[in-house]
């Protein structure tokens, strides 16, 4: 294909500059498939304006008038979805680009778009339209009500249509439309648009926030949601800044047996922090026999340069001690041994984070959801929640069983 690029002529170079059928990647073409609605979510820098302003640019070619091009403001609608990097100014050939007077655009065919602002459903009243662009849907302040104005304008035309580009967010309208038959639904992630962004963006912001919460929202583009009800929500997680840490623990929930049908091993890694305590690894281990456990667990230990492995014995008793001595028989291991429920052991814990005094390691994805999941039957997601069960008995013993910060070697 570029081989074949190499031999165009100046004119042929400037089309091809403006072919999106050539440029777009696949989760930036509208769906083959019949729909109302083409919710387009993802990261940021994925490339989701540019998709919006190209498929307004395929309905102006078609004669699609007129259009809606709706922005969470009126000033963000004309500085990104009109005249930014990627907005409707830059996808059109200089000659076709459309003239634009106070908050509407004209272009020399006759079709007409209006800009208008998410924060005031009251202006959607009156005006009609063939298709509509609305951007960042997911940051609208009055979204529902803003979205059913513009459905009843949205009429003109034998088929209306629109497109809502957004990083998600789990908003009542983002939902209502997920949930929504005539919903065509697209993801995007930034990695995949990594090209077209900067160097010092890539390294700076995408390496610091992969696999965080935040980061799984803003360049992956999930939908993360919190239970209603849960001890953990999303915005209690802060990501470890570094500082000097005092003990580190290991702490294994081991299972019952190593069948296939049996429980995971919750492995979990924390350390002292000033008057909390950050969580370093999740290791935790499926399927696993009592000796592939133990390896992992005594490797967590050594790999942490860590103080002590603290196992719940309430299912192994004895046994479990011992397998830890078969594997490494100079690692100091505590027992420990559930007296009250779950949920009750959690609750101090979910307490130490909701007052700001635990951190996360980048990466901890699996744990994050399994505590966010976890719910006042004892269950996170209808499974036993043993991560969370391991990061329980790991803080608990960091920071609720002490009764000052203690340095290592002293």
């Keep these: 294909m570029w081989d074949d690029v190499c031999w165009l002529n100046n004119g042929e170079i400037d089309l091809l500059k403006f072919d999106w059928q050539f440029w777009a990647r696949d989760q930036q073409l509208p769906p083959p498939d019949d729909w109302t609605t083409w919710l387009l979510m993802g990261g940021r820098g994925s490339g989701k304006t540019r998709a919006g302003a190209e498929w307004v ?37 200089p000659d076709e680009r459309p003239q634009l007077r106070g908050n509407l655009l004209t272009w020399a065919n006759g079709v007409e778009a209006t800009v208008l602002s ?13 298709a509509a662009w609305c951007d960042e849907v997911a940051k609208w302040p009055d979204g529902e009500a803003a979205w059913d104005m513009l459905q009843f304008g949205l009429r003109l035309g034998h088929r209306p249509r629109q497109l809502a580009t957004t990083t998600p967010r789990p908003t009542k309208l983002i939902k209502r439309l997920l949930r929504d038959h005539r919903t065509v639904v697209t993801r995007m992630v930034t990695d995949a648009n990594k090209l077209n962004l900067a160097p010092t963006f890539l390294d700076a912001v995408v390496a610091r926030y992969r696999g965080t919460v ?8 999930e939908l993360i949601e919190d239970l209603p009800g849960a001890l953990w929500r999303r915005s209690m997680f802060q990501l ?29 890694v924390a350390g002292r922090l000033g008057e909390g305590a950050v969580v370093l690894e999740d290791a935790t281990l499926r399927q696993a026999a009592p000796l592939d456990w133990a390896r992992r667990a005594v490797r967590a230990f050594h790999a942490h340069s860590a103080d002590a492995i603290v196992v719940e014995v309430n299912q192994g008793g004895d046994l479990v001690r011992s397998v830890l001595a078969q594997v490494d028989p100079a690692v100091p291991v505590r027992t420990v041994r559930a007296t009250r429920g779950k949920w009750l052991r959690a609750e101090p814990v979910a307490a130490l984070y909701a007052r700001g005094l635990v951190q996360h390691a980048a990466g901890l994805v699996a744990l994050e959801d399994e505590m966010c999941a976890f719910g006042a039957d004892g269950r996170s997601g209808g499974h036993s929640p043993d991560r969370v069960d391991a990061l329980v008995w790991a803080l608990t013993e960091l920071v609720l069983d002490e009764r000052r910060p203690r340095i290592r070697g002293l």
């Design 240 to 268: 470890f800044g570094g500082g000097e840490m005092g003990r580190i623990v290991v702490a294994v929930d081991p299972p019952v047996t190593g069948t296939e049908r049996s429980d995971a091993c919750g492995i979990v």
């Design 118 to 130: 998410g924060s005031e459903p009251d202006r959607f009243r009156g005006p009609q339209f063939a």
């Design 57 to 93: 640019r395929s309905l102006v070619e078609e004669g699609v008038t007129p259009i809606a091009l709706v922005g969470e403001t009126m000033t963000e609608a004309i500085s990104i979805m009109v005249k930014g990097e990627s907005g409707l100014m830059r996808v059109h050939p």
């Design 214 to 221: 935040l980061g799984r929202q803003e360049l992956d583009g």
